[in-house]
């Protein structure tokens, strides 16, 4: 699909890592998949990716750790 932003290139699936802080609290999810234009740099969501992704970031952050990490797809990760 033709990026509506920048209109100079076609939107690609790609897997890309999403980071959340909160007082002093990091979270992290990997291989988030979205899409990307290879031009501009803009990244489209999917509605259920926005939110199972929030809803991991909440997780992860008040889970209490300095710095949590997991996957996208499951797999939970020691930082
Ligand atoms: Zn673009």
Do not use: I, N, Y
Not at 16 to 40: I, N, T
Request: charged share 35%.
């Amino acid at each position: 699909m033709r990026c509506e932003r920048c209109d100079q290139a076609d939107r690609l699936p790609v897997r890309r890592a999403k980071v959340a802080e909160k007082q002093g609290r990091v979270a992290v999810v990997l291989g988030v998949p979205m899409e990307e234009c290879p031009a501009c740099g803009e990244r489209w969501l999917d509605w259920d990716v926005a939110r199972r992704l929030d809803d991991l970031l909440t997780e992860l952050l008040a889970a209490g750790a300095e710095v949590a990490t997991r996957h996208f797809d499951g797999t939970s990760e020691a930082a």
